[in-house]
C-alpha cells in the first residue's frame, strides 16, 4: 500500500537554528498539505499545494516558516529561525484531485521537532 | 473552529465493540463525515467517511441518523491496537479537514 514518506522522524534543535522537514506524497497525488500538532491538541493545516503552486499559507507563519514544491512532487518545509514554540509535530498529508475536488486525505507519520 | 463534539474520552474492553459518539448539528447538506484515529506519536490514519447512507469497510462501521445531525463510529471487535485518539470531522467535499479535540479510546484487556 502507498503511503507518505517523511523525513527525518525526529529532529532537536536550538532555537535560532534553521530546520527543514521533507515529505514524498503518495504517487499521483496532486494535492500536499503540511499540519502542524501541537501536543494535546489536534492537527492544525499550516500549508496547501495544489501541484507546485501554494493554494492556501493562511495559517503559515510567514515570517520564519517557508515551503515549497517544485518540481509539484515531494515537498520541503522549513523554518528559520527555530523557537521553542515551535516544538510540534510536522505532518504531511496528500491526497488525489478528481474532477477538481480534492478527495481524501493520507498522512505521513510525521517529524517530531524539540526546539531547546 | 471544529463542527463536530465528541466526548474525551471512553473505555472497552478488549473483544467487545467499540461505539464512538459525533455530535454535528449543523452540518450542511453537502458536508461528508470524516472518521480518523491517530495512535500515539504515529500521523493521524484516515477510518471512514459517509455522506448519508450507513457505511462499512474493512476497518469499522459509520452510523449515521436520518436527520444527519450525529453519527457513531462501531469498531465491531475491538483490539489493544485500536487505543488512539479518533477524531470525528465534517467536511464539504474538497475543503478542509479541521481537527478538534478528538475522542481518546482506551481498549483494556
Known amino acids: 500500500e502507498a503511503e507518505v514518506a517523511q523525513s527525518p522522524r525526529y529532529k532537536i534543535t536550538e532555537k535560532s537554528q534553521a530546520v527543514a522537514f521533507w515529505c514524498d506524497p503518495i504517487?499521483?497525488?496532486?494535492?500536499l498539505y503540511w499540519y502542524r500538532q501541537i501536543l494535546g491538541q489536534g492537527p492544525e493545516l499550516l500549508v496547501q499545494?495544489?501541484?507546485?503552486?501554494?493554494?492556501?499559507d493562511s495559517q503559515l507563519p510567514k515570517d520564519r516558516f517557508s515551503a515549497e514544491r517544485l518540481k509539484g512532487v515531494d515537498s520541503t518545509l522549513k523554518i528559520q529561525p527555530a523557537e521553542l514554540g515551535d516544538s510540534a509535530m510536522y505532518l504531511c498529508?496528500?491526497?488525489?484531485?478528481?474532477?477538481?475536488?480534492?478527495?481524501?486525505?493520507?498522512f505521513g507519520p510525521g517529524t517530531r521537532l524539540l526546539v531547546l | 473552529d471544529a463542527k463536530t463534539t465528541q466526548p474525551p474520552s471512553m473505555d472497552c474492553a478488549e473483544g467487545r465493540a467499540a461505539n464512538l459518539p459525533c455530535n454535528h448539528s449543523t452540518i450542511s447538506g453537502n458536508e461528508y463525515v470524516y472518521w480518523y484515529r491517530q495512535i500515539h506519536s504515529q500521523g493521524p490514519q484516515y477510518i471512514i467517511h459517509g455522506l448519508k447512507n450507513n457505511e462499512t469497510n474493512e476497518m469499522a462501521s459509520l452510523i449515521i441518523t436520518e436527520d444527519r445531525k450525529s453519527s457513531t463510529l462501531i469498531l465491531p471487535h475491538a483490539t489493544l491496537r485500536d487505543t488512539a485518539v479518533y477524531y470525528c470531522i465534517v467536511r464539504p467535499q474538497g475543503g478542509k479537514l479541521i481537527f478538534g479535540q478528538g475522542t481518546e479510546l482506551s481498549v483494556k484487556p
Open positions: 504517487s499521483g497525488h496532486a494535492t
Open positions: 498529508a496528500s491526497s488525489l484531485v478528481l474532477a477538481g475536488v480534492q478527495e481524501t486525505q493520507y
Open positions: 499545494f495544489q501541484d507546485e503552486s501554494v493554494v492556501d
